[in-house]
């Protein structure tokens, strides 16, 4: 049975490796269509890290849900989605819920006197637009092909993993080059690392099987873990 499923896993890899060589490096112009999104998303990650690191939790979860707003209106303008009466009484409830967070908010004294809330919300609504959009875009480009959600999910990482350790070596060229690229990847780094890339593929298969604004109300769910 061990050589059988030696051989069984060989011949999926070669499929796997065959796969990557015609969907990937023969039609470059496919990939680089993915090449959009997966820069905004690279954008959206560092935006979401400097919003977290400037509001509390409950906060910065309840902020970040816009992203459904921001998702329904890039559906209509680049899907031309029509959206249900019911569709946009949530819309607005749920702008109107995030007003009243930052609103009652304002007022309180934050833990920590580093924190800066203006940036923490700016950048957290620029991360719901880069949100929208790119989540819209990969739908678009998504649902109007035969390529495969684990072919599209390689892309991204191939044309976004190189944008990272640009950016990376950027910001923290000191650090790395004095203590290496690896440095304080514990066991809850590498925890965090697989969640995220868990929860990207789930989030694919909704939008390839659903669309991004059933998963965007899905993922509020967030906010009652999170508080």
Known sequence: MREQDQVICSLH?????????TQILKQKLDTLKVA???FIYLVQNNL?????????????QVTY??????TAMFAVLILGKKLKPVQWISLVMLT??????QLSASGATSGNLNQNRVLGCTAAIAACCCS????????????GSDVSIWIRNVQLSFLSLPLGVLTALANDWSSITSK?????YDSYI?????????????????????DNILKGFATSLAIVLST
Not at 13 to 21: C, E, G
Not at 132 to 143: D, H, Q, R, S, V
Not at 201 to 206: D, E, N, P, S, Y
């Open 65 to 70: 849900q816009m992203k459904i707003l921001t």
């Open 180 to 184: 290496g690229f690896f440095y304080a």
């Open 132 to 143: 929208g959009f790119a989540g819209i875009y990969f739908e678009k480009i998504l649902k």
């Open 48 to 60: 979401l890290y400097v919003s977290a690191s400037n509001l509390d939790a409950a906060t910065y």
């Open 96 to 101: 109107a819920g995030v007003a009243m967070v």
């Open 36 to 38: 959009v999104p997966s």
């Open 13 to 21: 890899l070669q499929q796997f490796i065959v796969a990557l060589q």
């Open 190 to 210: 590498i925890y965090l690392i697989v969640l995220n890339a868990v929860g990207g593929l789930l989030v694919a298969m909704v939008v390839k099987y659903a």
